[in-house]
């Protein structure tokens, strides 16, 4: 393993910040949450961590255009959704779907090796509350 990829202290204390929320923090949250256990740490490190993580499959990083990128302390392929109302982005707890890319595969001659969904609508506690107000 490259010196790079090594668990650091740091690196360490940084995934496990991540695997123990499901809330997909921003880099911002990370750094906030580490500075409890380690005050003198930059956010520069937070982000140079985030990466390396990224790299070495432990984490993953969901991007979404021009706004800030949230980490995800689960590495294996999932769904999303976002709420439009709060902002949240909620795991879904669904199989992934093979067929849809057999579909690409079949009408495109494409060869998939993975695919990324995302949900977009109202989450089901903003939905409530709408229906309370209502
Ligand atoms: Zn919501
Ligand atoms: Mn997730």
């Given at each position: 393993m490259s010196k790079k990829?090594?668990?650091t202290k740091q690196k360490r204390i940084?995934?496990?910040i991540l695997r123990g929320t499901t809330s997909h923090p921003t880099a911002d949250w990370v750094y906030?949450?580490?500075r409890k256990q380690i005050p003198d740490i930059s956010l520069g490190t937070v982000y140079r961590n985030l990466n390396n993580l990224k790299?070495?499959?432990?984490?993953?990083e969901l991007c979404?255009?021009?706004?800030f990128s949230r980490y995800d302390g689960n590495p294996e392929n999932h769904y999303h959704f976002h709420c439009l109302e709060c902002g949240r982005?909620?795991?879904l707890d669904m199989p992934i779907n093979r067929?849809?890319?057999k579909q690409v595969e079949e009408s495109s001659g494409h060869k998939v090796e993975r695919h990324r969904l995302e949900f977009y609508g109202v989450c089901c506690?903003?939905?409530k509350k709408k229906q309370k107000q209502e």
């Open positions: 990829h090594r668990m940084i995934m496990e906030e949450q580490a790299e070495m499959g432990e984490i993953m979404y255009g021009s706004s982005v909620l795991d067929d849809l890319e506690e903003c939905n």
